[in-house]
């Protein structure tokens, strides 16, 4: 493939679409088209070499006084970092361009909803139809998903064998926790987390005890190689079901992260809770958390108080039952 004599803008967006976007999935090249939209509507770039870090960080400020919101805005500038990464492997640049993507809260916007069981296991489902023969790998770990509450990126690095660059599990201990070095974690601590019953038990029930826990595969049988790769297989898995989070919305690992948070909140105290989850602020634990579950609680409560006869609240009667009992 020939360098564009002008090396423009939109004779490179085609050459990345011909040569790139092609191989992708569906929904990997989706994400490209509102990215590079906006970034032309907000900065509008001539030439590849026009995007620099100060255009970026000029397109990432512009993005948040437009309205964008922080998940979006990070999503956009994620997918320019591939674009851009692409462009200097391929010689339109003359080196890499940083493109810094500001951290976000994950937990900032409830952007989805907790998945059921039975959502679960219809996503299991569509995993086996979508990779085929291949699908058991994916199916351990979005099982491991459901159980952990994991992020994406974490259940992606989680291993087996000591490392300063993944999360290290350690199963035989009386009680079994995994290491999360510090680059890895969002608060940028060393931490030590403690793992679920549950989630033990399905790591033991595990043939493999060496290298990274969960490798899952490609429709074509390869490694997942990336948790950008990882992202969108799980988006597309999620596409070919029914299940709507959100208007607009499938399945995604962060779903199944906040099914964790559901299930433990009617467990656990909000304290433990938000270690469990690894919250910054116990505010997040008690606004998507601890809340949903006290009004779920609530429902119940009612619920058994209205189907009682005689409706005993408190230990008096009311009057209704009062007067009819005279």
Same mark, same amino acid.
């Given at each position: 493939?020939?360098?564009?004599?002008?090396?423009?803008?939109?004779?490179?967006?085609?050459?990345?679409?011909?040569?790139?976007?092609?191989?992708?999935? +569906?929904?990997?090249?989706?994400?490209? &088209?509102?990215?590079?939209?906006?970034?032309?509507?907000?900065?509008?770039?001539?030439?590849?070499?026009?995007?620099?870090?100060?255009?970026?960080?000029?397109?990432?400020?512009?993005?948040?006084?437009?309205?964008?919101?922080?998940?979006?805005?990070?999503?956009?500038?994620?997918?320019?970092?591939?674009?851009?990464?692409?462009?200097?492997?391929?010689?339109?640049?003359?080196?890499?361009?940083? &493109?810094?993507?500001?951290?976000?809260?994950?937990?900032?916007?409830?952007?989805?909803? /907790?998945?059921?069981?039975?959502?679960?296991?219809?996503?299991l489902k569509a995993a086996g139809k979508?990779?085929?023969?291949?699908?058991?790998?994916?199916?351990?770990?979005?099982?491991?998903?459901?159980?952990?509450?994991?992020?994406?990126?974490?259940?992606y690095l989680l291993s087996w064998d000591?490392?300063?660059?993944?999360?290290?599990? +350690?199963?035989?201990?009386?009680?079994?926790?995994?290491?999360?070095?510090?680059?890895?974690?969002?608060?940028?601590?060393?931490? #030590?987390?403690?793992?679920?019953?549950d989630f033990v038990e399905h790591l033991?029930?595990? /043939?493999?005890?060496?290298?990274?826990?969960?490798?899952?595969?490609?429709?074509?049988?390869?490694?997942?190689?990336?948790?950008?790769?990882?992202?969108?297989?799980?988006?597309?898995?999620?596409? #070919?079901?029914?299940?709507? #989070?959100? /208007?607009?919305?499938?399945?995604?690992?962060?779903?199944?992260?906040?099914?964790?948070?559901?299930?433990?909140?009617?467990?656990?105290?909000?304290?433990?809770?938000?270690?469990?989850?690894?919250?910054?602020?116990?505010?997040?634990?008690?606004?998507?958390?601890?809340?949903?579950?006290?009004?779920?609680?609530?429902?119940?409560?009612?619920?058994?108080?209205?189907?009682?006869?005689?409706?005993?609240?408190?230990?008096?009667?009311?009057?209704?039952?009062?007067?009819?009992?005279?």
């Open positions: 493939m020939e360098r564009p004599r002008e090396d423009d803008w939109l004779s490179f967006q085609q050459e990345f679409e011909d040569h790139h976007l092609k191989s992708q999935s +569906k929904n990997y090249r989706a994400s490209f &088209v509102p990215a590079a939209r906006k970034l032309e509507n907000l900065c509008n770039p001539k030439r590849v070499s026009d995007v620099t870090p100060l255009m970026l960080a000029r397109f990432h400020t512009r993005m948040r006084e437009a309205g964008l919101a922080n998940t979006t805005a990070a999503s956009y500038l994620r997918q320019l970092r591939i674009t851009i990464n692409w462009a200097a492997e391929h010689g339109y640049l003359e080196q890499r361009v940083k &493109v810094v993507v500001p951290r976000v809260d994950e937990d900032e916007e409830m952007k989805g909803r /907790p998945l059921s069981l039975e959502e679960l296991e219809r996503l979508l990779l085929g023969v291949h699908a058991a790998p994916m199916e351990s770990m979005l099982r491991g998903y459901w159980l952990s509450g994991l992020r994406r990126t974490e259940g000591n490392s300063e660059e993944l999360l290290v599990v +350690k199963i035989d201990g009386r009680r079994p926790m995994v290491e999360i070095p510090t680059k890895l974690d969002k608060g940028r601590k060393r931490r #030590t987390l403690s793992l679920t019953p033991r029930s595990l /043939p493999n005890r060496e290298g990274r826990v969960y490798r899952p595969l490609t429709k074509q049988g390869r490694v997942v190689r990336s948790v950008d790769t990882l992202g969108v297989l799980i988006s597309d898995i999620g596409a #070919t079901t029914n299940i709507v #989070t959100k /208007p607009g919305r499938h399945p995604t690992v962060h779903d199944l992260r906040r099914s964790f948070g559901e299930r433990w909140a009617a467990r656990v105290t909000p304290p433990v809770l938000k270690e469990l989850m690894r919250h910054r602020d116990i505010k997040t634990t008690l606004k998507y958390y601890v809340g949903q579950s006290a009004e779920r609680t609530a429902n119940q409560v009612w619920d058994v108080f209205e189907r009682s006869q005689g409706g005993v609240l408190g230990g008096a009667r009311e009057p209704a039952a009062e007067a009819n009992r005279s």
